[in-house]
């Protein structure tokens, strides 16, 4: 691994109150904020506006794929910013060709549209999903509890979670739920009008839980006797996170059918540009050309400046063998985790997940657990561990996730175990 040069100390001005009073003036009141203010950061850690370091196992939500201020992501910046930024999808150019050339070599056989974010990515696969069907008369897509898909319209419909609907009713038609690794109750819900089924290989906003293989596998089945498109959200869980480049690939290890499942469609996006905004969707190769000239598009999306990053990324993965380091850490953070769910019984109740995205479970009504009664667990126990030196990404009510750099040292995992422990001593003593 490349060595990663701290940059120098900021200047020390304690000024997160002036910062703070701008976004309370002009910046949509949207997202509930932990109180810092993050400055820059260096491989796996983050300094704030007073200068304090801290350990990055959120990655930014999954994005930051290569830690902080990587100097092949700038370099790729600088080298591509030279040259062209942006042409629009009128034109030609190299880079997007390159990028789905790499993303269909590490999936199979079908072609790559470039997008901006998730969201758009699972828009593009909504739309994919209604020419499939259009034809028929069919456009419902299925989708299941604690599912996330993203916040615009469709995305909020798709998604199994009130907390994301409420207010926003009525829904954008066509998109219903049904629970989680439960085959049966997907097979009883397909309608006539049914054209795909969405899942995430392992859901994230949900709390960190993984399909079983017997799962993805009767999806799979399912979908071909139903003439239904199986599509996978691997916003969050793509890109290796999971020590394979998809996190399906990783689940059906060592079953005899894993070379030759395929879901129909894929979107990826977090990971995929290490920081700088990418999606894309994947369409396995008989539904590649469903989205023919004039029926989908965007003026940023594949931009040269952004394949250009995704391609730098993906080198970095594979030269620098991350999706093994990803295994490899993972399993030893999540060890370390399960060593203390067994120590601290009455704080942790479970861990979970695959490579570097993990999850732990809280038991509800922790005693001692300071912070306001209208924050969730996961909030006021993450706001002890900012406090501590250590970042996560609240899942949920009860759940902390860790979705780390990939390219996260052991030291690091040991050190961040140790900021946990720490916390949990003080909250048990
Ligand atoms: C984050 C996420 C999205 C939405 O991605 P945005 O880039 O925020 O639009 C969609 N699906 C999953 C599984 C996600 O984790």
Avoid at 205 to 224: D, F, K, S
Avoid at 226 to 247: E, I, N, P, Y
Avoid at 294 to 313: D, F, I, N, R
Avoid at 333 to 340: T, V
Wanted: aromatic share 8%.
């Amino acid at each position: 691994m490349k060595e990663i040069v701290p940059s120098p100390p900021p200047v020390v001005r304690n000024d997160m109150a002036a910062v703070q009073a701008l976004f309370q003036q002009h910046v949509v009141p949207s997202y509930g904020r932990f109180e810092i203010v993050f400055t820059h950061g260096a491989g796996s850690y983050l300094y704030d506006i007073a200068a304090k370091r801290y350990l990055d196992f959120g990655g930014g939500i999954a994005v930051s794929s290569l830690g902080h201020a990587h100097p092949a992501i700038t370099e790729a910046l600088v080298e591509q910013s030279r040259k062209l930024i942006h042409v629009s999808n009128y034109y030609y150019h190299e880079p997007q060709g390159r990028l789905a050339e790499a993303l269909a070599h590490l999936i199979g056989p079908g072609k790559c549209f470039f997008c901006n974010s998730g969201g758009e990515a699972n828009e593009g696969l909504f739309k994919l999903a209604r020419k499939f069907g259009h034809d028929e008369g069919r456009f419902e897509i299925l989708t299941t509890f604690n599912s996330f898909h993203g916040r615009t319209l469709a995305g909020i419909a798709a998604t199994g979670q009130d907390k994301v609907k409420k207010g926003f009713e009525p829904m954008v038609p066509g998109f219903r739920q049904v629970p989680y690794n439960d085959l049966e109750a997907m097979r009883a819900a397909i309608s006539p009008g049914t054209a795909a089924i969405l899942v995430e290989g392992v859901q994230g906003e949900g709390g960190v839980t993984a399909a079983t293989p017997e799962y993805l596998l009767g999806l799979r089945q399912l979908c071909n006797d139903k003439k239904l498109l199986l599509l996978m959200d691997a916003v969050q869980d793509g890109h290796f996170r999971t020590g394979c480049f998809q996190s399906f690939q990783r689940i059906l290890e060592g079953m005899p059918q894993a070379s030759s499942f395929l879901p129909d469609g894929i979107s990826m996006a977090k990971s995929l540009g290490g920081g700088f905004p990418i999606g894309a969707f994947w369409v396995r190769a008989p539904y590649a050309d469903l989205l023919s000239a004039g029926t989908h598009g965007t003026t940023y999306g594949g931009s040269p400046l952004g394949c250009a990053v995704a391609l730098e990324v993906l080198d970095v993965i594979q030269r620098e063998k991350l999706a093994n380091n990803a295994r490899q850490v993972g399993d030893y953070l999540k060890a370390g985790s399960r060593e203390l769910a067994r120590k601290y019984p009455g704080i942790i109740r479970d861990v979970r997940g695959l490579g570097l995205m993990l999850g732990i479970e809280l038991k509800p009504g922790i005693p001692n657990l300071p912070g306001g009664a209208n924050k969730t667990q996961a909030a006021r126990f993450a706001s002890l561990l900012h406090a501590a030196g250590l970042l996560t990404i609240p899942a949920g009510a009860q759940i902390l996730r860790f979705l780390p750099p990939l390219n996260l040292r052991q030291s690091e995992a040991e050190e961040g175990l140790k900021i946990i422990e720490s916390v949990l001593v003080k909250l048990s003593a």
